[in-house]
């Protein structure tokens, strides 16, 4: 079946724009997570979403980055005046309910280059 | 607060040789315990995990990770490492019991395997 996608794929913008990273999870899945991975570093916890609950906002790195889910499926992340320091690779996961032990299941990324 | 600490930032191995890949993580009880891989322009795919029995545990591509208790380790295992296993490895804990899901990554091990 199909996996987790993202788009765009990779997205180059100039200091200051906003931009929009799309992600679409595995049919059914209930959970979806956003990790950041910038270079020399590990993944980031950014946002995840559980159903119709409040999304669990915690590792929001400032308040730039936001993240909505429509009808329970595709999500977007929005950075707003975007900086230099937010050039990463942006991934998104899904899994069937946010707990503990769910496998989750990864998209390719969006590699976001700030110039 | 949980963290994983995997020391070896770069290993490199010939093809054929044994594979061991360090995981130590700090929780105050017993987490789920993740080995994902991701290969160049991929997103993060599922190894292997832990949740509870048998301490050894099997997964795919031939890789197995122990976990020991006392020594709050889960090191990544293959007898015999193959040209397509080169990638950058990474470790992830998750709470047990939570309704979050939220995983917590190590910063990654990048394998580069020699002919």
């Known amino acids: 079946g199909a996996g987790v996608s993202q788009s765009p794929s990779n997205k180059v913008t100039e200091k200051g724009k906003d931009v929009e990273l799309r992600c679409d999870p595995i049919s059914g899945h209930t959970a979806l997570y956003w990790y950041r991975q910038s270079l020399g570093q590990g993944l980031e916890f950014l946002i995840y979403?559980?159903?119709?609950?409040?999304?669990?906002k915690s590792g929001l790195p400032s308040d730039r980055f936001s993240a909505e889910r429509t009808g329970g499926s595709v999500s977007t992340l929005t950075i707003q005046r975007t900086q230099q320091e937010d050039s990463a690779v942006y991934l998104c996961?899904?899994?069937?309910?946010?707990?503990?032990?769910?496998?989750?299941?990864f998209g390719p990324g969006t590699r976001l280059l700030v110039l | 607060a949980q963290s994983v600490t995997q020391p070896d930032i770069h290993i490199t191995v010939s093809e054929g040789a044994s594979l061991e890949l360090r995981c130590n993580y700090s929780y105050g009880a017993t987490p789920y315990l993740f080995w994902y891989v991701q290969s160049p322009g991929q997103g993060l795919q599922l190894l292997l995990k832990y949740f509870s029995g048998d301490t050894l545990v099997q997964g795919i591509k031939g890789f197995e990770a122990e976990f020991k208790r006392s020594q709050s380790s889960f090191n990544l295992r293959k007898p015999s490492v193959h040209w397509s296993d080169a990638a950058e490895y990474f470790c992830a804990v998750g709470d047990r019991g939570s309704t979050l899901g939220r995983l917590y990554f190590g910063r990654g091990t990048q394998l580069t395997v020699w002919p």
């Open positions: 979403f559980q159903g119709n609950s409040a999304p669990d």
């Open positions: 996961a899904s899994s069937l309910v946010a707990r503990g032990g769910e496998t989750q299941y």
